[in-house]
Each structure stands twice: as C-alpha cells, then as structure tokens.
C-alpha cells in the first residue's frame, strides 16, 4: 500500500494492458484490415517470407527480428511493421537502390514446348533430352566465363560480367540444342537477356533487374535469343544482326523497355 492509502499494482496494471493490447493485435478484423492496407501500398504487399527476408541488409535483417517475434500468431503490428519495409524497400528500388553492387548479365534459358513433348515421349526419354541439353549447353556457358546460378526444369539461369560473353554463349547454346536429337525429336531454345544489378542472396539471385531477364526470356520464340536494350549499349557494334521488337509487352517490366532479337538464321 502506499502512504496515501492507494493501493499500487503496476506489474498488475502493466499485465493487463499488455494482454488487453495483445488480444486487440490479434482480433481477425484487425488483420484483415492491417492486411488490407498493405496491397493499397507501393511494393511486395506479400513482404515477409522467407524468400523475401533472407539477406543481411539493414530492412532484411529488421524483417527477420519482426518475423521472428510475430510469427506464432497473427498480429495487425507485423502486418504494418512488414508494410512499413515494404515501402522502403519500394523507394529504394524507385530510386536505384536495393539493387546489387555488381553488374552482370543475366540469362535465362528453356526448351520450347518441351513439357507437351514430354507427356508423349515418357519420363526415361525426357531425362535422357535433358542430360544430353545440359552436357552441350554447361560448357558453353562455362567457356564463355558464365555461371550457372540455377536450374530451372529444362533451363537455366547463368550470370555473366560481359553481355557479350551472355549473348554470344546463348547463340552457341541454341544453334548447339538444334542439333540434338531424342527419338526424332529435335527441341528448339530460346534465351532472354538482360543487364543490370541484379541484388544477391546467398547463392541466388533477385530483383528488378532478375524479372526483367525472365519475362523477356518469355518472351522470345523458337531458336530466338531476346535482348534488352541494357545488352545493346553494352555489345555496342556488333557483328550481329539486331532487330528491335517492336510488340514487346510483358507484366513486370517497365513500360519504356527496348528488346531486340538476335534469332539464328535457319
């Protein structure tokens, strides 16, 4: 008791404002409006998984503690405390940080149309398809000092320093691909590349400028290798044949992107 005569019970106090907040934090209304607010803001609105989290930046390593301290339940606080980074990591980008310190080309590859001829031709002859691609392709890639950073069901992805390095191994890859033949069957590649400063994790890599190489790569057709305009300013004069592609539209991109085919002559 105090001297006044008030009875004091702040841990009590304290206790009970905690739960009460506690309670209020995890009220499914306050969620799902916490959640809500977070798609109206600009950046990844899905921020906080462990793909996103990993790295040890400064708003990476912050997400990891939120994480971490939020994740047994539901809580509106990690929702906006994820929302907040979510927009500084937005501003970031918008303002050319967040991106890595090294530039690199970046080149995805695949087979077209290779999972409809699989379902045809069986597990053992799609296996034998992808083995062989990958015995022609890696050395290529590799000689060209490029490195494979992942695979990708029947593609890659492979940095380079040079983009000339990347274009020039692509067009080997795909003219190399169109000589091999599987029960008959002959698989066309198509490669996307792109330049820019795409931001590392661990062994991976991600980013804006990762996305850009992928939907362009998505873009190109049969023995077709696309390249963004990044690519041409850094090949300059090239031997090659360059032609823009002028119906170039692809989700994710920004809209003034320039592409350009260096597809193979047959």
């Known amino acids: 008791m105090a001297p006044d005569g008030e009875i004091t019970d702040a841990p009590g106090r304290f206790r009970r404002a905690f739960n009460a907040l506690t309670r209020f934090d995890g009220r499914e209304g306050v969620v799902r409006a916490a959640r809500m607010l977070r ?19 400064p708003p990476q390593l912050i997400a990891q503690r939120l994480a971490a301290a939020t994740d047994r339940r539901p809580s ?10 979510q927009v500084w990591q937005a501003v970031s980008e918008a303002q050319g940080r967040g991106r890595g310190d090294e530039p690199l080309a970046i080149l995805f590859t695949d087979l077209v149309g290779f999972s409809d001829w699989a379902l045809d031709a069986g597990d053992d002859a799609a296996l034998e398809l992808l083995r062989t691609v990958g015995r022609t392709v890696d050395p290529l890639i590799k000689d060209r000092d490029g490195h494979i950073v992942k695979r990708l069901g ?14 020039d191994a692509a067009l080997e890859a795909s ?18 590349i792109h330049f820019g400063r795409p931001r590392k994790l661990g ?20 023995g077709e290798v696309l390249i963004s305009e ?12 360059v032609r823009r592609r002028w119906r170039f539209r692809a989700k994710g991109t920004p809209s003034d992107l320039k592409v350009f085919s260096a597809k193979l002559e047959s």
């Open 203 to 222: 062994n991976d890599y991600f980013g804006v400028d990762v996305n850009v190489a992928a939907r362009v790569a998505d873009a190109a057709g049969p």
């Open 39 to 57: 798609t109206r803001l600009p950046g990844d609105h899905a921020y906080g998984d462990p793909l996103s989290v990993a790295g040890d930046e």
């Open 154 to 167: 029947d593609g890659v992805m492979a940095v380079f320093d040079d983009a000339g390095e990347a274009l």
């Open 76 to 85: 509106a606080v990690r929702e906006l405390g994820f929302g907040a980074i």
């Open 230 to 241: 990044a690519v041409c300013e850094q090949i300059g004069d090239s031997e090659l044949d």
């Open 175 to 192: 003219r190399a691909v169109q000589q091999i033949q599987i029960d008959g069957y002959s698989p066309e590649l198509r490669g996307g």
